[in-house]
C-alpha cells in the first residue's frame, strides 16, 4: 500500500520525471537516501514502470493526426485478433486500443499530409480485416495530453 | 521545416521511447557511439522538438486507477458558448488526461481515468456534464492499449 509520503514522491516526479534525487527529495519533504529508497521500492513493485520520452509527430513532419474508430465485423471468431494484427503492421498507426462500447477499436494514425493520409487510408486501412465501419476524427489541436494520474 | 532523423537516430528514439532512463553510456554501446556522441544526438532531438518532453510511465491499476474511458464530447448551442471557457473548464478537471480538439462526428475527444465505474460516473455527472456548453457524449470504456513504434 502507499502512503502520503510515496504519494508525494509520485506527484512530483509525475510533474517533472527529470527532477535529480536531491530536487525531488527537497520538493517532496524527504531526505535524499529516502527518496531514492522509496523510488526503488515502487519501481521493484511495478508501481513506476520506467520513464519514456513523448515523440512529437510533428516535428518530424507527420502532421496529420487522425483517430480511426472502427466497428469489427463480429461474423468471423478472430476477428479481432486478426484485424489488431494486420493493424501492427502498418507503420503509421502509432496506437491501438480495444474498447467496451460502441466503438469497438481505435487507430491512431499518423501521416505527412492530407494527401498521404488519403493514400494511407485507402491502400492501408480500407484494405484491413473484418472491418464492418470507421468514423474518422481529424485532430486540430491536442489542448491538453499530460497523462498523468491524479495522485 | 521538418528535423531529419538518420539511422542512429531512429534507434536511439526508439530506445529511448521504450526506457528514457537509461543513461547515454548504455545508450551509446546500443548504437555504437560514445557517450559524448550519445549525449550531443539526444541534446539535439530535444532542440529540434523531436523529444518534447519526458514522462512517467505508471501502472494505474496498482495505484487504485481501474477505469479508464473515452468520451467522444459535441458542444451544444453553437456561437453562445466559447470553445475557450469549455477548454479551460475542461482542463481544469483533474481526472481528464488528454483533451484533443476534433473535426468529425464530435468537438472534442477527452481520456478521463478513475478509480472504478461508479467513480467515472461521478466525475461524468458532476464534472463533465456540467460542463459549459456540454452536448452529446459517447463514452466508451478502455480494454487493451497498445503503443506501437510509429514510423521511425
Known amino acids: ?151 | 521545416m521538418s528535423a531529419v532523423l538518420d539511422e542512429i537516430d531512429r534507434r536511439l528514439l526508439r530506445l529511448l521511447r521504450e526506457e528514457a532512463g537509461q543513461s547515454a553510456g548504455a545508450l551509446g554501446r546500443r548504437v555504437g557511439l560514445s557517450q559524448p556522441a550519445t549525449w550531443r544526438r539526444i541534446r539535439r532531438l530535444e532542440e529540434a522538438g523531436v523529444i518534447r518532453g519526458r514522462r512517467l510511465k505508471l501502472d494505474p491499476a496498482a495505484l487504485g486507477f481501474g477505469v479508464t474511458v473515452f468520451l467522444g464530447v459535441k458542444i451544444g448551442l453553437r456561437g453562445r458558448v466559447k470553445l475557450e471557457d469549455f477548454e479551460r473548464a475542461v482542463t481544469a478537471i483533474p481526472e481528464v488526461q488528454l483533451v484533443e480538439h476534433v473535426l468529425g462526428l464530435y468537438d472534442y475527444r477527452l481520456r478521463v481515468v478513475a478509480r472504478d465505474l461508479s467513480d467515472f460516473e461521478r466525475v461524468l455527472r458532476r464534472r463533465i456534464m456540467t460542463l459549459p456548453g456540454i452536448g452529446d457524449v459517447e463514452a466508451n470504456v478502455l480494454l487493451t492499449e497498445e503503443r506501437r513504434p510509429g514510423p521511425l
Open chain 1, 1 to 151: 500500500m502507499l502512503d502520503d509520503e510515496d504519494r508525494r514522491i509520485l506527484r512530483q516526479l509525475q510533474a517533472e520525471p527529470t527532477l535529480t534525487m536531491p530536487e525531488l527529495a527537497e520538493r517532496a519533504r524527504v531526505t535524499p537516501a529516502r527518496a531514492a529508497r522509496r523510488v526503488e521500492k515502487l519501481e521493484a513493485a511495478g508501481v513506476i514502470r520506467g520513464r519514456e520520452v513523448v515523440i512529437d509527430w510533428a516535428a518530424l513532419g507527420w502532421r496529420v493526426h487522425v483517430s480511426l474508430r472502427i466497428t469489427v465485423e463480429k461474423s468471423a471468431p478472430r476477428a479481432l485478433d486478426e484485424l489488431i494484427a494486420a493493424a501492427r503492421k502498418v507503420p503509421e498507426v502509432i496506437e491501438i486500443q480495444t474498447f467496451l462500447g460502441r466503438v469497438d477499436l481505435r487507430l491512431a494514425l499518423v501521416a505527412r499530409d492530407m494527401a498521404h493520409y488519403q493514400a494511407l487510408y485507402r491502400d492501408r486501412i480500407l484494405t484491413l480485416p473484418h472491418i464492418a465501419d470507421i468514423e474518422a476524427l481529424l485532430t486540430i489541436a491536442t489542448i491538453r495530453d499530460a497523462d498523468a494520474l491524479p495522485l
